[in-house]
């Protein structure tokens, strides 16, 4: 079992910025990748970065290309979303996701609780 703590989100200004970070803890796993999701109102929750545990392959949406970036602190097991150039529509509660390698090979998906990030015009 993994447990994810999320932290970071909060209200700022158009062009602000914040850092989210989300940190998992549990008894032996291997992390594998991290993605980091957001949901807006009404909608499924949409991929926004990704990153490698083994090699730190990153992927971003396009919608953020530029002004995020993940990065990872292999000791604490925290993964970090860094969103500089925030806009309005960046607005949503945005969740960590890991898949992590178990005991005897299983592997599982983990879901954070969700930070609500705001931002205002």
């Known amino acids: 079992q993994v447990q994810l703590v999320e932290s970071g989100g909060g209200l700022v200004q158009a062009g602000g910025s914040l850092s989210l970070s989300c940190a998992a803890s549990g008894r032996t796993f291997s992390p594998i990748d991290t993605e980091w999701y957001r949901q807006f109102p009404g909608t499924e929750r949409e991929f926004v970065a990704s990153?490698?545990?083994?090699?730190?392959?990153?992927v971003y949406a396009d919608s953020v290309k530029g002004r995020f970036a993940i990065s990872k602190d292999n000791a604490k097991n925290t993964v970090y979303l860094q969103m500089n150039n925030l806009k309005p529509e960046d607005t949503a509660i945005y969740y960590c996701n890991i898949k992590a390698r178990l005991l005897f090979g299983i592997v599982r998906d983990y879901w954070g609780q969700g930070t609500q990030v705001t931002v205002s015009s």
């Open positions: 990153i490698t545990w083994s090699d730190g392959t990153r």
